[in-house]
């Protein structure tokens, strides 16, 4: 599709749960980005992938999250043992491959993590 | 460390009248630059860049200027529309040499309120 789909839109869990995020890039696109907005503040990188390979994932805090790009199948973005301070929107973005240009990252909507 | 800051939190202007958005940055190993417009409930949108080695690029109502030696880059919209009423994104690209040539690190945002 044309636009970057992510889901849920919300999701709601008990702290020590897990939750877990889908996003579908973009068709044609080789990069997928996961940012965290805490508090309508900055975007924090999270990760980001080449296909299904990890490209960066120098934001990660590996203990709890983890993330997958699998062929033919949404990413997903994961938390083990959620915590009060996950509690963000997370968005994903994707972009095309190459490296001439300002590679724009065109952004998805968002899913709105809330830990209870 | 904030490597893109943007000092302003909010920015109150007339219909008509130009918006000026700032950013500041501290690493000079970025080579583009880009602009996100985000309204409520929905993903950032791309708006405008610039590459490092240009200090304009104008697009419509849009204009990005860059000075390198200040580390400094501003939006301008001219004239402000209503429907400008959003939070605005500064975004950095690091350069190739970086090692991390894809992610965008962004700023804290600037809400624009453009005044009927």
């Known amino acids: 599709g044309e636009e970057v789909a992510q889901t849920p839109k919300h999701l709601v869990r008990g702290e020590g749960q897990k939750a877990k995020l889908y996003c579908a890039p973009i068709k044609g696109h080789s990069y997928v980005f996961w940012y965290q907005q805490v508090l309508k503040n900055e975007f924090k990188f999270l990760i980001s992938?080449?296909?299904?390979?990890?490209?960066?994932e120098t934001g990660m805090p590996k203990e709890r999250f983890s993330a997958k790009c699998l062929p033919n199948s949404p990413c997903s973005l994961e938390i083990q043992a959620t915590k009060l301070e996950d509690s963000a929107v997370y968005f994903c973005?994707?972009?095309?491959?190459?490296?001439?240009?300002?590679?724009?990252?065109?952004f998805g909507a968002g899913s709105r993590l809330t830990v209870l | 460390d904030q490597q893109v800051k943007q000092n302003s939190p909010s920015l109150s202007v007339q219909e008509g009248r130009i918006s000026i958005l700032n950013c500041d940055y501290t690493?000079?190993?970025?080579?583009?630059f880009l602009w996100y417009k985000k309204y409520p409930a929905e993903g950032p949108t791309f708006l405008i860049s610039i590459s490092s080695i240009k200090d304009k690029n104008e697009d419509g109502r849009f204009t990005v200027f860059l000075n390198k030696s200040a580390k400094h880059l501003s939006l301008h919209i001219v004239p402000s529309q209503p429907g400008d009423s959003a939070v605005y994104f500064c975004a950095a690209r690091g350069g190739i040499s970086s090692g991390s040539a894809r992610q965008l690190t962004f700023g804290s945002g600037t809400q624009l309120t453009v005044l009927p």
């Open positions: 690493n000079s190993m970025f080579d583009y």
């Open positions: 973005a994707s972009s095309q491959r190459g490296r001439v240009g300002a590679n724009v990252l065109t």
């Open positions: 992938f080449q296909n299904e390979n990890v490209f960066d």
